[in-house]
């Protein structure tokens, strides 16, 4: 930066002193442009949180799309859920995100505890954490981690005085770092492959893929005769308002059919699976992994 700071300044400089020479030719003098130095490039996170902080919105992505796979596949509930935890109780939550805006507490009766907010792909929710949890899981929490959570959701306290029962509650029941689910949670690949389009070029291509990827999961081929299905819905016939109740097919002619609309339907085509194989490799063995699926 200092280097470029330094060309533009002499640059400009050589721009405003410049003089015309005798044959009316003005003499400019080249400067060497400055040669960028060889550096790291910035990780995704990085480069993304510096558009942030800039623009105030991410460009190029969304931090989460490296582990689009996790939240897909290992997350049953988005943020937007734990709004309304009244339908959630005695259900267990697995959800990640970003952890920003870490704050640690201190209560009157001397414990710690902790606040912080996950942030998703549209959503944020802030979260507190006391007690045994908060010893247990308080070294996940740190700003601009990528963080997988399960909790319980249990019903809130009873009032002894009032009887009231407070809102529902959340148990945290598991935390880990978002890039270990993938390894510790995935078991097996499903890989499903249309009969048509079974050639073998695909074949030797997965096989190139597999032979860079061995690892100890298991792969199944599932094998699918796609069929193809019509769906025409009904046509409908709108008749004039005054029409309706006096409206006999005989007695219509020239004159007042411009008055009756038809709407022609659009006709829908589905893909259902008309054949199902299921085939489990027995020798094959991969590891699953974001470079493997990517």
Not at 59 to 79: T, V, W
Not at 257 to 284: A, H
Request: contains cysteine; negative net charge.
């Amino acid at each position: 930066m200092e280097k470029a700071i330094r060309y533009g300044s002499k640059f400009q400089e050589n721009e405003n002193s410049s003089q015309v020479s005798l044959f009316g030719d003005a003499s400019e003098v080249q400067i060497a442009e400055p040669i960028v130095p060889p550096c790291e490039e910035w990780s995704t996170m990085e480069k993304l949180a510096k558009e942030k902080e800039v623009v105030g919105i991410y460009i190029s992505g969304h931090p989460l799309d490296d582990y689009r796979f996790e939240m897909k596949y290992f997350c049953n509930s988005k943020l937007e859920n734990l709004k309304n935890l009244e339908n959630c109780v005695g259900k267990s939550l697995t959800f990640a995100g970003i952890v920003t805006n870490v704050q640690y507490r201190t209560a009157k009766n001397g414990k710690d505890w902790a606040m912080f907010t996950l942030e998703g792909y549209d959503e944020s929710h802030e979260f507190r954490i006391f007690d045994e949890e908060y010893l247990k899981y308080r070294h996940f929490l740190v700003n601009n981690q990528f963080i997988y959570f399960k909790v319980l959701v249990k019903d809130g306290w009873v009032n002894r005085e009032t009887g009231k029962k407070s809102d529902p509650r959340i148990q945290f029941t598991d935390v880990r770092q978002l890039q270990d689910v993938m390894p510790q949670f995935a078991k097996k690949l499903s890989i499903r492959m249309d009969i048509q389009e079974l050639h073998k070029q695909s074949i030797e291509q997965l096989n190139a893929i597999f032979q860079s990827n061995k690892g100890e999961n298991t792969v199944t081929f599932e094998i699918v005769e796609v069929d193809t299905v019509k769906i025409i819905p009904e046509i409908i016939v709108k008749l004039p308002v005054n029409d309706e109740e006096n409206f006999d097919a005989e007695t219509v002619s020239s004159e007042n059919i411009e008055d009756i609309e038809i709407e022609v339907p659009v006709v829908e085509e589905v893909n259902t699976i008309k054949t199902r194989v299921s085939l489990p490799s027995r020798k094959l063995k991969i590891k699953i992994s974001n470079e493997l699926l990517f």
